[in-house]
C-alpha cells in the first residue's frame, strides 16, 4: 500500500487521482480548503470501502502558515510519503492580496509547491520509488518571471499571474537536482492541457459560461486526463526530473528550465519566506 499526499485533492484531478489510488488499496492524503469539498470526499471513500484510507487535511494554501501546517500534518500522519501531488490552482480574473502580503496566485500555484515539496523531502526519501508530480503548464503559453514585481503589483492580469506561476514551476523543478543531487525521489512537470475541471468557475460572466461550454466539447475528461500521470507516479521516470505535455516528453532545454534561473528563483524565494517569517 501506497501514501498519497494531494493538494488541491478534493476537486478535478487531484479528486479524480485520489480516488484512483483509493480504489486500487492505497492511502490518501487530499489536502484543500472547502470543508464542503472535503466532506464528499470522504463520503466518496467510505462509498469505495477505504474510509479507513482516506484523509481530508483543510488548509489554506495561499498563507504560508497553511502550507507549513500541512507539512506537520502530513509528518503527523505517516512514516513515508509514495507520491506527492501538487494539483491545487485557482484562477483569479482580480488581483488578490493574501494574509502574507502575496499575490494569490503566486502563493497558490507556485509558493505553496516550493514549501510543501522542500518540507517532505525527509518523508518522500523514505519511500520505495518518490515521486514529486507538479501538474503545472510546461510547453503550453510562455508567459514570463516578471523579476522586478513578482507580485504583479503593477501591470497584473489573471493569464499574465497564472503563466508566471508556470514558469515558476519550471524553474522549481530544473532546480530540483541541485537542492538534491543524491536524492532517489523523481520530480515530474505535467502539462495535462485543456482539462474539463472547475478552473472557469471564479472567471465572470460571459467568460464563464463560454469557457464551461468549450470544456465539454473539448476538454478531456479527468478520468482519461489522469491516466498518464497516475503512471508516471507507478514508474517513476529515471532522471532526477522530467516534464511532459499531454504524456508527451518535453526537452528541458531553453529559459524555461534554465538552472541559473532555477538558482536565482530558489534564492529569491528563500530570501521571501525568511522575511515573512521576520515578520510573524
Same mark, same amino acid.
Given at each position: 500500500?501506497?501514501?498519497?499526499?494531494?493538494?488541491?485533492?478534493?476537486?478535478?484531478?487531484?479528486?479524480?487521482?485520489?480516488?484512483h489510488f483509493?480504489?486500487?488499496?492505497?492511502?490518501?492524503?487530499?489536502?484543500?480548503?472547502?470543508?464542503?469539498?472535503?466532506?464528499?470526499?470522504l463520503?466518496?471513500?467510505h462509498? +469505495? /470501502? @477505504?474510509?479507513?484510507r $482516506?484523509?481530508?487535511?483543510r !488548509?489554506?494554501?495561499?498563507? &504560508?502558515?497553511?502550507?507549513?501546517?500541512? #507539512?506537520?500534518?502530513?509528518?503527523?500522519?505517516?512514516?513515508?510519503?509514495?507520491g506527492?501531488?501538487?494539483?491545487?490552482?485557482?484562477?483569479?480574473?482580480?488581483?488578490?492580496?493574501?494574509?502574507?502580503g502575496?499575490?494569490f496566485?503566486f502563493?497558490?500555484?507556485?509558493?505553496?509547491?516550493?514549501v510543501?515539496?522542500?518540507?517532505?523531502?525527509?518523508?518522500l526519501?523514505?519511500a520505495q520509488?518518490?515521486?514529486v508530480m507538479?501538474?503545472?503548464?510546461?510547453?503550453?503559453?510562455p508567459?514570463?518571471?516578471?523579476?522586478?514585481?513578482?507580485?504583479?503589483?503593477?501591470?497584473?492580469?489573471?493569464?499574465?499571474?497564472?503563466?508566471?506561476?508556470?514558469?515558476?514551476?519550471?524553474? +522549481? /523543478? @530544473?532546480?530540483?537536482? $541541485?537542492?538534491?543531487?543524491? !536524492?532517489?525521489?523523481?520530480? &515530474?512537470?505535467?502539462?495535462?492541457?485543456? #482539462?474539463n475541471?472547475?478552473?472557469?468557475?471564479?472567471?465572470?460572466?460571459?467568460r464563464?459560461?463560454?469557457?464551461?461550454?468549450?470544456?465539454?466539447f473539448?476538454?478531456?475528461?479527468?478520468?482519461?486526463?489522469?491516466?498518464?500521470?497516475?503512471?508516471?507516479?507507478?514508474?517513476?521516470?529515471?532522471?532526477?526530473?522530467?516534464?511532459?505535455?499531454?504524456g508527451?516528453?518535453?526537452?528541458?532545454?531553453?529559459?524555461?528550465?534554465?538552472?541559473?534561473?532555477?538558482?536565482?528563483?530558489?534564492?529569491?524565494?528563500?530570501?521571501?519566506?525568511?522575511?515573512?517569517?521576520?515578520?510573524?
Amino acid at each position: 500500500m501506497r501514501t498519497y499526499v494531494i493538494t488541491g485533492g478534493t476537486d478535478g484531478m487531484g479528486k479524480g487521482l485520489g480516488l484512483h489510488f483509493l480504489r486500487r488499496g492505497d492511502s490518501v492524503i487530499a489536502v484543500a480548503s472547502g470543508e464542503d469539498k472535503g466532506r464528499a470526499f470522504l463520503a466518496e471513500a467510505h462509498r +469505495l /470501502g @477505504a474510509e479507513g484510507r $482516506a484523509v481530508f487535511l483543510r !488548509a489554506d494554501l495561499s498563507t &504560508v502558515a497553511g502550507m507549513r501546517q500541512v #507539512v506537520e500534518e502530513v509528518k503527523a500522519t505517516t512514516e513515508a510519503v509514495d507520491g506527492l501531488v501538487f494539483a491545487a490552482q485557482r484562477f483569479r480574473p482580480k488581483r488578490e492580496e493574501t494574509a502574507d502580503g502575496l499575490e494569490f496566485t503566486f502563493a497558490l500555484a507556485y509558493l505553496s509547491r516550493f514549501v510543501i515539496g522542500h518540507g517532505l523531502m525527509e518523508h518522500l526519501e523514505r519511500a520505495q520509488a518518490p515521486v514529486v508530480m507538479n501538474i503545472a503548464g510546461p510547453g503550453g503559453l510562455p508567459g514570463r518571471v516578471n523579476w522586478d514585481d513578482l507580485q504583479w503589483r503593477d501591470g497584473y492580469t489573471g493569464m499574465r499571474a497564472a503563466m508566471q506561476s508556470s514558469r515558476c514551476n519550471d524553474l +522549481l /523543478g @530544473a532546480g530540483f537536482p $541541485a537542492r538534491y543531487p543524491a !536524492a532517489r525521489t523523481r520530480y &515530474v512537470l505535467y502539462n495535462p492541457g485543456f #482539462v474539463n475541471t472547475s478552473m472557469a468557475d471564479p472567471l465572470p460572466q460571459p467568460r464563464r459560461a463560454v469557457t464551461k461550454a468549450l470544456a465539454r466539447f473539448f476538454a478531456m475528461p479527468v478520468g482519461k486526463a489522469i491516466v498518464p500521470i497516475a503512471a508516471l507516479l507507478d514508474a517513476a521516470p529515471g532522471p532526477a526530473v522530467t516534464a511532459y505535455m499531454r504524456g508527451k516528453p518535453l526537452p528541458l532545454t531553453g529559459k524555461d528550465f534554465n538552472p541559473d534561473a532555477a538558482a536565482r528563483l530558489d534564492r529569491v524565494t528563500t530570501d521571501l519566506l525568511g522575511q515573512i517569517a521576520a515578520t510573524r
